[in-house]
C-alpha cells in the first residue's frame, strides 16, 4: 500500500489557480501512474487527469482539458495538478491515487487513494 497525501486545496474565486500536490514517502511515485479524481456534493466520484510513470503519456477529462496540467516532480517525489481559469463546477474533493495504467483516452483502475483535498470556487 502507498501512502499518499494531497495538499494545496482552498478556496479561490473564479478565474482564479490552485497548484494540487500529491505526495508520498517511502517510495518512489515515479514507478507508478498517477491519476487524480475529484468527487462533488452529490456526484459520483470522476477521474480527471492521469500522467504515465514516465509522465510520456497524460491524460484529461474534457472538462478540465486546456485548463489542468499534471506533471511530476521526480526530485520531490511529487505529482502536481496545476488548475488554471477555475470554475464554480470544479468545486470537490480532490484525491490522487496509484493507478494500473493511464492512457490518452482513460484512467485506469485505482489502487492506492490520498486522503483528499478540498478545492472550493466561489465568488
Known amino acids: 500500500q502507498v501512502q499518499l497525501v494531497e495538499s494545496g486545496g482552498g478556496l479561490v474565486q473564479p478565474g482564479g489557480s490552485l497548484r494540487l500536490s500529491c505526495a508520498a514517502s517511502?517510495?518512489?511515485?515515479?514507478?507508478?501512474?498517477i491519476g487524480w479524481f475529484r468527487q462533488a456534493p452529490g456526484k459520483e466520484r470522476e477521474g480527471v487527469s492521469c500522467?504515465?510513470?514516465?509522465?510520456?503519456?497524460?491524460y484529461y477529462a474534457d472538462s478540465v482539458k486546456g485548463r489542468f496540467t499534471i506533471y511530476r516532480d521526480n526530485a520531490k517525489n511529487t505529482v502536481y495538478l496545476q488548475m488554471n481559469n477555475l470554475k464554480p463546477d470544479d468545486t470537490a474533493v480532490y484525491y490522487c491515487?496509484?493507478?494500473?495504467?493511464?492512457?490518452?483516452?482513460?484512467?485506469?483502475?485505482?489502487?492506492?487513494w490520498g486522503q483528499g483535498t478540498h478545492v472550493t470556487v466561489s465568488a
Open positions: 517511502g517510495v518512489s511515485l515515479g514507478l507508478y501512474p
Open positions: 491515487a496509484t493507478l494500473n495504467l493511464c492512457a490518452r483516452t482513460s484512467l485506469g483502475r485505482a489502487g492506492s
Open positions: 500522467t504515465s510513470s514516465g509522465a510520456f503519456i497524460t
